[in-house]
């Protein structure tokens, strides 16, 4: 009896060790935090770049915006990623739009041995390995409703700083969201928010770019910059005579991107992510 105690206890020991040895093989990804917190961004005569990158064995996440969505603004048809940490955008080569059908918000993907760069000013990594999984949400981890959405809205401000005074058609009030630098801040970078506020200005066509409003929140020169990028603008001309309206109240979901020459932007993805509130 004492013998087969002892084989028992010799084999529960291995099983424990085995168990022990299949975890620690496991690869964890990195926190999409730690990558954005990490890179050290530069800026020098309107270029960027970034110090010292390293590459990420892994991160997860799920899209926040459609493959393609910004594809005017960066010349990539890449997408914003976030995994509950922080969000960054993710390059797109030509093999992987052969590859995959178009991703939509929700859709759970991981990232292989991404760097990070600087693409016009946003923070993205790229170069990496992208796989999605199976279990794909297909937008519901991060579409909530308009008026859920309304409920948590920040103040403008929120977007981020603007780097030198920004043209506003037809505005000649106070801005106080300028830093005057080439390294703005934003609290929000790479996430997806909705912001709330009085629409300043008129609509500025920035072909072939994209269109620009302005946005000011409760406090005096609370303004901040939203921009719809001309590869998802086909809504603009269904909305620019109802809510693209000087002193409109709007609301507006988007990702926080930061562009050089300008400071940080909000970018909406689809007509449904700007309303009256």
Not at 37 to 44: C, G, I, L
Not at 128 to 140: C, K, L, P, R
Not at 157 to 176: A, R
Request: charged share 20%.
């Amino acid at each position: 009896m004492k013998i087969i105690h002892i084989l028992s206890h010799i084999t529960a020991t291995l099983i424990i060790v085995q168990i022990k040895f299949t975890i620690a093989e496991k690869e964890y990804p990195a926190a999409i935090a730690e990558v954005v917190q990490t890179a050290e961004t530069y800026f020098v005569e309107g270029l960027c770049g970034i110090k010292e990158a390293k590459t990420h064995p892994l991160i997860n996440g799920y899209l926040t915006s459609a493959q393609g969505q910004f594809g005017v603004s960066y010349g990539n048809d890449g997408f914003f990623v976030d995994d509950f940490t922080g969000g960054i955008f993710v390059t797109m080569s030509d093999d992987d739009i052969n590859i995959f059908e178009q991703m939509e918000v929700g859709t759970h993907v991981s990232v292989k041995g991404g760097t990070p760069i600087c693409l016009y000013g946003t923070l993205a990594l790229d170069g990496g390995t992208i796989e999605v999984y199976e279990d794909s949400a297909e937008g519901d981890v991060f579409e909530l409703s308009q008026s859920a959405r309304e409920i948590g809205a920040f103040s403008p401000i929120q977007i981020g700083q603007f780097e030198k005074p920004p043209s506003i058609p037809d505005y000649e009030g106070v801005n106080n969201n300028i830093c005057n630098c080439l390294d703005p801040v934003s609290y929000t970078k790479g996430r997806l928010i909705t912001v709330r506020g009085v629409m300043t200005g008129s609509l500025f066509d920035d072909s072939p770019w994209g269109w620009k409003i302005f946005l000011a929140g409760s406090g005096e020169g609370d303004i901040g910059q939203v921009f719809i990028d001309g590869a998802s603008d086909s809504y603009v001309d269904d909305i620019r005579d109802t809510l693209l309206i000087e002193g409109t109240s709007l609301c507006v979901t988007g990702l926080v991107a930061q562009f050089s020459g300008v400071g940080w932007e909000l970018l909406p993805r689809t007509k449904d992510d700007i309303w009256l509130c």
